[in-house]
């Protein structure tokens, strides 16, 4: 059984009536409708919203069963729903238009510039943007997730590969940041993480030497430490705020005598250190 | 020393004199802008294009800077660049506007009629929706990505926790999708590859026999698995296309028995392989 055609969406939950429905609705995968849409939202302040995704609505069919589900969901509520869009036939978005719904049609205002602009028609496949592989690219993206994975330990590892080395604490955000540069941009991130010999040391581990132009350090407050290591190993020694106060001065002061470059990761996504951390390195790759 | 406060961009390399510059400006991370922009143009079937992104210009001066790289990039070509920008202060806008590119300002369109539904103003603060942390979202994406990294062995592990089980030759595919998974939905995501054992008793594994409505197959195409194995161990058994053929052959067999849902990884990316899993499954979680 290939699961290829079908619409699936979980039933909100019990919600506060001033709440906003949003639904994002996508003949692909919805990344680039809810990834838009979560940006647009995001700018007003203490707007509340239950938002629902509907994935692979391609056919006029599926988009009935989505405004049946959509009308089900909004049911007595009086508040008009949101629909984002990046759903591209013109058949499909002809059934949203039944909603009543305010509809946010991703792609509709630029398409006619970028027309004008390339003197040509866009073609309207569907599902282009996150749908299409390409070998090469996606090679380049497997072979730099397998590298984060085998060099997130600090062993004995070959960093002549890496594009970077992440060096901090443990636990300070180093492996995430490793797998979402790996995934989205194909880069090659180790991860070093400062032992308790390094700190006491104060020099840089003399493995990381060579590779000095490649280093980017992550700090992070004590106590949001302290709270991550409190859930990971309960009442340790590891997780006391005494061991993460030293621990973090120690690799702050290494950081700063190595001129090694350095980010909070306190209140920093995990998107914005990837980001962050390219630009420090000066290194440029395309998002895939 | 904070890397807060600077924008790096490459040098574009040689191109041909029919590429599109593209640039994507942002005061944030860029991801929103690049993520739009690559889908816009990837409807545009034949059009080539040479990227660039500058992230963290949230302050004139650094549009002044990207301006001149913008022009030092363009040169002597004929061609007009084009610009896709999700900056929100109008006074870094402004200079953008000097570039003679094409702009498209990928929120414009849509925070008027936004603003008129929801009956507030945004407020202009940048880099909101990929910069801001929310500790709990943060712990759940943590969580699942630590999960994904434990659970991905198909060694003795609790399946309890798991919100869904992929199964599937070795690399079919498995890995990055549950990587992809948890670091942006919060999904935990558990990994059992097939081992010949397995394919030989043609029987459900028992250990996944009371988490059969977690479980979701991915297949490959033989001679695509071919491929990626050969580079991963060279001319070993493992990569030949007759161990391929008959450990696929298998797999599908089972997830056919089994009546497990399973779809081919061969030409689907990562994101499709993880939007469709979730929609098969009907988990609903929002993109981080």
């Given at each position: 059984m290939m699961i290829d055609d079908m619409v699936t969406v979980a039933t909100p939950g019990d919600s506060a009536t001033d709440e906003r429905l949003v639904f994002y609705i996508s003949d692909g995968t919805g990344i680039t409708a809810e990834t838009i849409g979560h940006s647009l939202l995001t700018q007003f302040a203490g707007l509340r919203v239950n938002t629902q995704r509907f994935s692979f609505v391609d056919t006029p069919d599926k988009a009935r069963e989505a405004l049946r589900q959509i009308k089900a969901a909004c049911g007595e509520r009086g508040v008009r729903p949101i629909i984002i869009s990046s759903v591209v036939e013109e058949a499909v978005t002809a059934v949203l238009e039944q909603s009543g719904a305010l509809i946010l049609d991703v792609f509709g205002p630029f398409i006619g510039r970028l027309e004008a602009e390339l003197g040509q028609q866009r073609a309207r496949h569907v599902g282009h943007a996150h749908g299409m592989v390409d070998f090469a690219a996606y090679e380049a993206r497997i072979n730099a997730t397998n590298y984060a994975l085998t060099h997130d330990d600090g062993g004995n590892v070959n960093y002549n590969e890496a594009d970077l080395i992440l060096v901090g604490?443990?636990?300070?955000?180093?492996t995430p940041t490793c797998l979402y540069l790996a995934l989205h941009y194909g880069v090659r991130a180790a991860n070093y993480p400062l032992t308790d010999d390094d700190l006491e040391n104060m020099d840089l581990p003399r493995r990381l030497v060579p590779f000095r132009r490649k280093l980017y350090g992550l700090t992070i407050d004590p106590e949001r430490l302290r709270q991550i290591r409190q859930e990971r190993k309960p009442d340790s020694r590891y997780a006391t705020i005494a061991q993460c106060r030293k621990e973090v001065a120690a690799a702050e002061s290494l950081f700063k005598a190595e001129r090694i470059p350095v980010l909070s990761t306190t209140h920093t996504s995990i998107e914005e250190i990837a980001s962050k951390v390219m630009s420090a390195l000066g290194i440029q790759r395309q998002l895939f």
């Open positions: 604490v443990s636990r300070s955000g180093k």
